[in-house]
């Protein structure tokens, strides 16, 4: 496996840019078979997907990583856990989140998101 | 794909009454190609996994599982990602973290765990 680790922060980097400028944008990342788990309600294809992201209810936002392991998988992909704090809108208080990726190799170049599962810490 | 919520939920409830009872047994959940991430600290295969499991400075541990989310991989796997609460030996306030899965079938029958990523919450 390439650099894993290298490709892994690439992508959180612009996935979390994306995210917090413009995230109707983070659809190129998925394909009609991804899947995302966003607190606990789940969502299947690029459609489902990125208008779950948009609909979410907040105007500014801002993700700041506070770790970021990946690993290679047996099938030549990457798994990726980020934690992290999330501020939205005005609120002076960052939630604490979690998220883990499953990035695939796309045979047309470049990676796309297989399962992306959300979660805000309790 | 079969159940594999509860194939995930199984799996994590017996991954953490293991690890709280005799984390020695949590061998024969891994393989030679398995991989754990543990706080930023890579080990591959069975014994090195095993080892850091055991090494690990605490006498006394219970896992408390706040959220467990799980979805198929488009090669027959099932990854998981789990928060919770982590309380060790006689400490009052538990830890909070986030664990991450990726169980492949065994062709002997049953699953193992191909990659594990833990992280202390910050």
Redesign the interface.
């Known amino acids: 496996m390439a650099d894993f680790a290298g490709i892994a922060k690439q992508f959180v980097d612009h996935y979390y840019s994306t995210f917090d400028t413009n995230r109707q944008n983070l659809g190129g990342l998925y394909r009609d078979?991804s899947?995302l788990?966003f607190q606990?309600s789940p969502h299947l294809g690029v459609n489902s997907i990125v208008e779950k992201l948009v609909s979410l209810p907040f105007q500014k936002v801002k993700h700041a990583i506070?770790?970021l392991?990946a690993?290679?998988?047996?099938?030549s992909g990457i798994?990726i856990?980020v934690?992290g704090q999330l501020a939205v809108d005005d609120e002076q208080n960052p939630l604490?989140y979690?998220q883990?990726f499953?990035l695939?190799q796309d045979p047309a170049g470049g990676w796309f998101v297989?399962?992306d599962?959300f979660?805000l810490?309790?």
Chains 1, 2 share one sequence.
Do not use: C, D, R, Y
Not at 71 to 75: K, L
């Open positions: 078979g899947m788990t606990s506070t770790a392991e690993q290679p998988t047996s099938t798994v856990l934690t604490g979690s883990f499953h695939v297989q399962n599962i979660t810490a309790m």
